[in-house]
Each structure stands twice: as C-alpha cells, then as structure tokens.
C-alpha cells in the first residue's frame, strides 16, 4: 500500500507561473512532511517542511498547504523559473524516525 | 563543509555477485540512512543505523544488509545480486535519528548499481 500519493507525475509550466504539486497521506501518526528537489546525477536536496500543527509554510517562492483533516498537503512554487526544472519528492515520517515515506515524483519543466 | 560521500558512483556487476556501497555521513552526524531509488518503485527505505545499530529496516529481502562503524560511516551490501536491484542507492545522514530540517537530513548523490 502506497503510505504517500503525489501527482501530477509531470508538469509543464511557463516562467513566472505558479507550479502546485500536490500528496495524500494515508497514515495520521504522520507528523513531518518535507518536499524535496532532485535534479538529474544528484541525490534529493530538502527545500522546505512543515509540522502538522501548521497549515501553511512559506519560504521564500517555495510555500507548503497543509490540510490535516483531509490529509493533503501541497508545494507551490511561486514566478516559477526555468532553475526550479526538476524532479519534487513530496515525504512522510513519524516522530523520531528517519524512515520517510516518499511519493512518487513530479517532473517540473519550466519553459523560459 | 563536505557533503555526504558515497563511493563509488558507478558500479556495474554481474548477476549473482555481490557488491558493498559506501557511506560517509557528513562530519558530527551520527544516523545514516539508506535508500533505493528505482524509475518504478521510486525511493524506498532501506534501513537506518544510529550509534552502529539498526533502528529501522524497510521491507527488502534479506540479500541486502547493512552496517555502520564507530565513526558512523556505514556500508550496506547486496548479495546474490539480480537485474532487479539495478538502481540508485542513496545514503542521507543526519546529526540524531528525527526529522531532518531540524537535525540536518542531508541526502548524497548516490551510487548507481547497474547488474547485467
């Protein structure tokens, strides 16, 4: 069973548009949900987290929403830029674990 | 500061061999965790080691094992090696095992395992 859904499984946006990726989590002991960038050759790199306790989290052009009665959470990603091309990993864990739960990946292709 | 290092980057067996990944964690982190990444399968847990012991193991088959040394560097080996275990193998560490924005989470860049 698939503890984190993620789709789209790709995406196409045009620079200065907004990118949003969305997951669904199945398991409610769930407390910390990162969303990861990979780009190609490189292992996935953190860009922002949130708590549960919160329903939303910006950092910088990068925001997470997060709905904890209909456990959604989701990546925006703001004036999108041919840069932020690459692959988001949305994740879960439980308290005190680093055994994360990863969805399946978006590929974002930003076009200048 | 330096990174995560895993070696080697590339590594191409033949089914049936066996091989072992290396892991060192970034200097001071002491939980390492290993993870295989697959087109199909996407990226899932292998097994996470704390202060030379196992605290976590991920649903794979016992041909893949693991282990960390006293100075936290960790090795994970894969035995009787078959197509199907051709992937990217991650190592992330971390200063204490818990969530990684708050205790540096930091992924490398992996090794690439391709069995032919």
């Known amino acids: 069973q698939q503890q984190v859904k993620q789709s789209p499984q790709s995406l196409i946006v045009q620079k200065g548009g907004i990118s949003i990726i969305n997951c669904a989590y199945e398991?409610?002991?769930?407390?910390?949900f990162p969303w990861y960038q990979q780009f190609p050759g490189k292992g996935p790199a953190l860009l922002i987290a949130?708590?549960?306790?919160?329903s939303e989290k910006k950092e910088g052009r990068f925001t997470i929403s997060f709905n904890k009665s209909a456990k959604q959470f989701s990546l925006h990603i703001m004036d999108s830029q041919p840069g932020d091309s690459a692959t988001y990993f949305c994740?879960?864990?439980?308290?005190?674990?680093?055994?994360?739960?990863f969805g399946s990946g978006t590929k974002l292709n930003v076009k200048p | 500061k330096a990174g995560v290092t895993q070696t080697p980057r590339y590594l191409i067996k033949t089914r049936g061999q066996q091989v072992t990944l290396s892991c060192s964690p970034i200097?001071?982190?002491?939980?390492v965790s290993w993870y295989q990444q697959t087109p199909g399968q996407g990226l899932q847990f292998l097994f996470e080691y704390f202060s030379e012991t196992q605290r976590n193991k991920g649903n794979f088959p016992g041909r893949f094992s693991g282990r960390q040394f006293s100075n936290s560097r960790s090795e994970m080996n894969v035995s009787t090696l078959e197509l199907g275990d051709s992937a990217l193998y991650l190592c992330a560490s971390s200063f204490v095992p818990g969530q990684g924005l708050y205790y540096g989470y930091t992924f490398g860049s992996g090794t690439r395992l391709t069995v032919v």
């Open positions: 398991n409610t002991a769930f407390d910390y």
């Open positions: 994740a879960a864990s439980r308290n005190n674990f680093n055994k994360f739960y």
């Open positions: 949130i708590r549960p306790d919160v």
């Open positions: 200097s001071g982190h002491r939980s």
